[in-house]
Nanobody, 122 residues
Framework: QVQLVESGGGLVQAGGSLRLSCATSGSIFSIAGMGWYRQAPGKQRELVAAITNGRNTNYADSVKGRFTISRDNAKNTVYLQMNSLKPEDTAVYYC????????????????WGQGTQVSVSS
């Protein structure tokens, strides 16, 4: 079964940067879309960035111009470069495979990794 292992989180000041990594296992990586999600305490998990197998990208309005998603198929790894971080970016960040469904991107699997904590101080 697919494994999802997030890393790279930490504590930074507003305006700082972090680079998150998501290592996966599974033979479908190179042909699957990937996404980064985040969940703040008391809030729902939300999709913040996604990338298709063809390298097309989509971002939530809240992170456009600040975050960049990329992938390395040889390493079965997806990255999230986070710049100009704001306190409201504070959350646990998760990755997952994504697929199109009824015009939206949804998680391909119903389970999640442990996530990586991102904390941004003002």
């Amino acid at each position: 079964q697919v494994q999802l292992v997030e890393s790279g989180g930490g504590l930074v000041q507003a305006g700082g940067s972090l680079r998150l990594s998501c290592a996966t296992s599974g033979s479908i990586f190179s042909i699957a879309g990937m996404g980064w999600y985040r969940q703040a305490p008391g809030k729902q998990r939300e999709l913040v960035a996604a990338i298709t197998n063809g390298r097309n990208t989509n971002y939530a309005d809240s992170v456009k111009g600040r975050f960049t998603i990329s992938r390395d198929n040889a390493k079965n790894t997806v990255y999230l470069q986070m710049n100009s971080l704001k306190p409201e970016d504070t959350a646990v960040y998760y990755c997952n495979f994504v697929k199109p469904e009824a015009g939206k991107l949804v998680p391909r699997y119903g389970y999640w990794g442990q996530g990586t904590q991102v904390s941004v101080s003002s």
